[in-house]
């Protein structure tokens, strides 16, 4: 059973589309975090959140963690190609250590 | 502001040969993370240094696998003997302190035939 669990693993989507992703898990975190990864290339932070319920922007990109701490969402409103990637979560450990990504949404759009 | 340098980039061996992957952090960032990326998976954390010293390498192969980080800066990561399963994407990770934001590299693609 994997830390954390992402769904849908694979979405394709017409440009102009919205969507949304999650990230959930049992346990409890402090942080949690939401990587984009290009083929080819590295993962790449877009963003951390850090208190129940907290929402955060960038651009078209909506973040929310739970209240509970324990999922979160990454909400794309009118998707475009340049989009297109795996999108992770990530939680660090207790002591800082340790950054454990989920498997990842893949996300496709079309033009 | 250079950015983690992996290499090589690309590299195929045939099973049970060794192979070696290099990687230097951003200058300065204490901390380095080795991960595995298989096709179609997320990445899976293989070893933790803080400086010179290993903070977490619980999900090591350790009979195949070593990692070293001797002078607290570029680290070496190798696989002796490779297996088939062991195809996939290393990605190398920096940061500058434990729980800092990890920058990571391009990634070495292994494929082991």
């Known amino acids: 059973t994997q830390l954390l669990e992402q769904s849908p693993q694979f979405l394709s989507i017409q440009e102009g589309e919205n969507l949304t992703v999650y990230c959930n898990s049992s346990?409890?975190?402090?942080?949690l975090q939401w990587y984009r990864q290009e083929p080819g290339e590295g993962p790449v932070l877009l963003v951390t959140?850090?208190?129940?319920?907290e929402v955060k922007k960038l651009k078209r990109l909506t973040f929310q963690f739970g209240d509970a701490r324990k999922d979160s969402s990454l909400h794309i409103t009118a998707a475009q190609p340049g989009d297109t990637g795996l999108y992770l979560c990530?939680?660090?450990?207790?002591?800082?250590?340790?950054?454990?990504f989920g498997g990842g949404t893949r996300l496709m759009v079309k033009p | 502001e250079a950015g983690v340098a992996q290499s090589p980039r690309y590299k195929i061996i045939e099973k049970r040969q060794s192979v070696a992957f290099w990687c230097n952090p951003i200058?300065?960032?204490?901390?380095l993370y080795w991960y595995q990326q298989i096709l179609g998976q997320g990445p899976k954390l293989l070893i933790q240094?803080?400086?010179?010293?290993?903070?977490?390498d619980s999900q090591l192969p350790k009979d195949r696998f070593s990692a070293e980080r001797l002078k607290g800066v570029d680290s070496t990561l190798k696989i002796q003997p490779a297996k088939l399963e062991d195809s996939a994407v290393y990605l190398c990770?920096?940061?500058?302190?434990?729980?800092?934001?990890?920058?990571f590299g391009q990634g070495t693609r292994l494929t082991v035939v």
């Open positions: 990770a920096s940061s500058l302190n434990w729980g800092a934001e990890a920058f």
């Open positions: 346990s409890v975190f402090s942080s």
């Open positions: 959140v850090v208190t129940g319920g």
């Open positions: 990530a939680v660090m450990g207790n002591a800082g250590n340790m950054l454990t």
């Open positions: 200058s300065g960032h204490a901390t």
């Open positions: 240094f803080q400086n010179n010293g290993v903070v977490d």
